[in-house]
């Protein structure tokens, strides 16, 4: 069974958010001439809002926070985002791998931005919904 995709819009200013929410102020997070220099093929969000991101849909998809019960990525690709106005998407999307007789489901999720997946063994174990 798949769960209904999760779409998240991601822009520079959103960077400059989660910067200041994090703290991490990493130029590869804000200067396309600092990103390109270090070999990256421009700015980059932050490894963990990508996760971030996900971890709402998960969320989402348990019907609440607590019902999230174990959850983990391995990072594969970083996710650019373009100095524009409309940045760049990242899709969430999931299948139901098992769901065991204690009430709990494992989800398999896919995370792709520009058509290449971002985040790999990505998975979660949540609360079976009622």
Not at 3 to 13: G, N, Q, S
Not at 22 to 42: C, E, K, M, Y
Not at 73 to 101: L, Q, S
């Amino acid at each position: 069974m798949e769960l209904p995709t999760k779409t998240f819009r991601v822009t520079r200013a959103d960077l400059v958010r989660y910067a200041g929410a994090s703290g991490d102020f990493n130029p590869i997070h804000w200067s396309d001439r600092f990103a390109t220099g270090v070999g990256l093929p421009g700015v980059i969000a932050h490894g963990m809002f990508t996760m971030a991101l996900v971890g709402r849909a998960v969320t989402e998809w348990a019907g609440a926070p607590d019902a999230v019960v174990d959850y983990g990525v391995r990072f594969t690709r970083p996710v650019v985002v373009p100095d524009d106005d409309d940045g760049t998407e990242v899709e969430v999307t999931a299948k139901v791998k098992d769901t065991t007789e204690e009430g709990l489901t494992r989800l398999d999720i896919t995370v792709k931005c520009g058509g290449e997946k971002v985040l790999s063994q990505a998975r979660a174990v949540i609360r079976t919904p009622r």
